[in-house]
Structures are given as C-alpha cells and as structure tokens.
C-alpha cells in the first residue's frame, strides 16, 4: 500500500453507504482516480466542502496493489467552483462533460493534456457564459487527444488540402470530402465559418474560443451535434446528457 499526493479536480461523487461516499476525480499525475472518502457524509466530515464537484484539489490517498478503488486520506481545496456550479446550466454542461471523461478516460492513466484542458474549459465557462462553445472545445479536445479525432486538413478520397471558403462535406466515417469527390451520402455539410472554429479550437485556448465563437451559435451547434455523433460512435452508444443542452 503505498500514500500518493497529487492536484486533481473534483468530477463527481456518489453515496456509498449511510456515511461513506465514492468520488471521483481527474487528477494531474495518474489519471481518472476513484476513491472511498470515509465518514463525508457526517456533518463533521474531515472533508468538509472539499468534495462539491468541479473543486480543483490536493489530493491524497492511498492505494492497494491492482485495486483500482483507493482509499482517501485527504482532500485540500486549491479552487473551489461552489458558486458557478450552483448555476443550472453551468451544473446541466459540465456533468455532460464529467460524463464523457469517465467514459473515455482510463483510470489510472496520466494524461496531463487531459487535465489541463479541463482546468481551462472549467475557468472559461467560470467567467464566459458561452457554455455550447465551451462544451464543442471539450467535446472535440476530448476526441482528439482519445485518437477519435478525423484529420480535417485533407479530403478523404483525393487527398488535396481542404479548400476552406468551399463546401466540403462530412462523410459516413467522419472524414472530409471536397465538392469533387462527394459521395451521394453525407452526413452533413460544412462551410467556411465551422471549419475555421473547428481550426480555432485545435489552435487557441478555451477562453479565446468563447469570444471567437461569440457571433458563431450556428457553426457551433452543427459542430457540436458531429461531435455528439462521432462521440457515440466511438463510444458504441449515445451520449446521455448531450441531447439536452441542445
Ligand atoms: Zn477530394
């Protein structure tokens, strides 16, 4: 058994019996974590408001030998997002986006590029109020960095670069076709404005994208519902949670 130490951020929490409660966190050094916290349910917790979701912390607990269940020894809160996360909207956007981090992440695997962009997204959706194009950077950061990601650069059939002033469409598979090579069945069909967010957001961080994306709700609601598409592909079901913020 062995005591590790490391920042994490609070994802959610559950109740395990009458006192103890299972939470989950995304933590900098090991990935998805899950762990018992003893007694958080009394009012006399140790834990005391450390445990509210979306808390960034400092973590420390305790783990066996292949258990993948550890043992929390103690939280200290860096940041907490009591007050935005008490919004219904910011509350509804993020257990989506907390949802799809316990789907694709695997526990116990550092992934710091994951961490720190849902410390940024977390921070832009605290003082922008463009939730949608904070979730569609989420969503697509998320798929990028699980390899789900369709390189939009080049057309699927002829390979020449995409003409970004042109239509392009998106095709069964997710890829890219040009105006040349589209098949009779597309999924959807994509114009300047959505591939320079989808452009945007692989080069800028969350909070630039949230001013970028300002005069841009359509773009992003037809990126986000191939998100949503491509997301249940990968993931072999839909996604719950996705459809209402719609
Ligand atoms: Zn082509």
């Given at each position: 058994m062995s005591l590790k130490q490391t920042e994490a951020i609070v994802i959610k929490s559950y109740n395990l019996s009458e006192a103890d409660r299972i939470v989950v966190f995304f933590t900098r050094e090991f990935g998805l974590v899950r762990g018992v916290a003893k007694?958080?349910?009394?009012?006399?917790?140790?834990?005391g408001s450390t445990l509210e979701p979306f808390s960034t912390v400092n973590l420390e607990f305790f783990q066996k030998e292949e258990r993948e269940l550890v043992s929390i020894q103690s939280v200290e809160l860096l940041q907490s997002r009591f007050s935005i996360a008490s919004d219904p909207e910011f509350l509804n956007a993020f257990s989506y986006l907390g949802d799809l981090i316990t789907d694709f992440a695997l526990p116990h695997d550092a992934d710091e590029k994951l961490y720190r962009m849902i410390g940024a997204c977390l921070s832009a959706g605290n003082s922008s109020g463009d939730l949608p194009a904070i979730v569609l950077y989420f969503e697509l950061w998320l798929l990028r960095l699980s390899g789900?990601?369709?390189?939009?650069?080049?057309?699927?059939?002829?390979?020449?670069?995409?003409?970004?002033?042109a239509e392009n469409f998106v095709v069964p598979g997710f890829h890219l076709q040009c105006s040349t090579c589209r098949?009779?069945?597309?999924?959807s069909t994509v114009r300047s404005a959505e591939l320079s967010a989808f452009r945007s957001i692989l080069t800028i961080p969350p909070s630039e994208f949230t001013t970028f994306a300002a005069d841009k709700q359509e773009s992003v609601e037809l990126l986000s519902g191939i998100m949503k598409r491509l997301i249940a592909q990968a993931l072999g079901r839909e996604v719950a949670g996705g459809a209402s913020l719609r």
């Amino acid at each position: 058994m062995s005591l590790k130490q490391t920042e994490a951020i609070v994802i959610k929490s559950y109740n395990l019996s009458e006192a103890d409660r299972i939470v989950v966190f995304f933590t900098r050094e090991f990935g998805l974590v899950r762990g018992v916290a003893k007694g958080a349910k009394r009012l006399q917790s140790k834990f005391g408001s450390t445990l509210e979701p979306f808390s960034t912390v400092n973590l420390e607990f305790f783990q066996k030998e292949e258990r993948e269940l550890v043992s929390i020894q103690s939280v200290e809160l860096l940041q907490s997002r009591f007050s935005i996360a008490s919004d219904p909207e910011f509350l509804n956007a993020f257990s989506y986006l907390g949802d799809l981090i316990t789907d694709f992440a695997l526990p116990h695997d550092a992934d710091e590029k994951l961490y720190r962009m849902i410390g940024a997204c977390l921070s832009a959706g605290n003082s922008s109020g463009d939730l949608p194009a904070i979730v569609l950077y989420f969503e697509l950061w998320l798929l990028r960095l699980s390899g789900f990601l369709p390189d939009w650069s080049r057309c699927e059939s002829c390979r020449q670069n995409i003409d970004t002033a042109a239509e392009n469409f998106v095709v069964p598979g997710f890829h890219l076709q040009c105006s040349t090579c589209r098949k009779s069945y597309v999924l959807s069909t994509v114009r300047s404005a959505e591939l320079s967010a989808f452009r945007s957001i692989l080069t800028i961080p969350p909070s630039e994208f949230t001013t970028f994306a300002a005069d841009k709700q359509e773009s992003v609601e037809l990126l986000s519902g191939i998100m949503k598409r491509l997301i249940a592909q990968a993931l072999g079901r839909e996604v719950a949670g996705g459809a209402s913020l719609r």
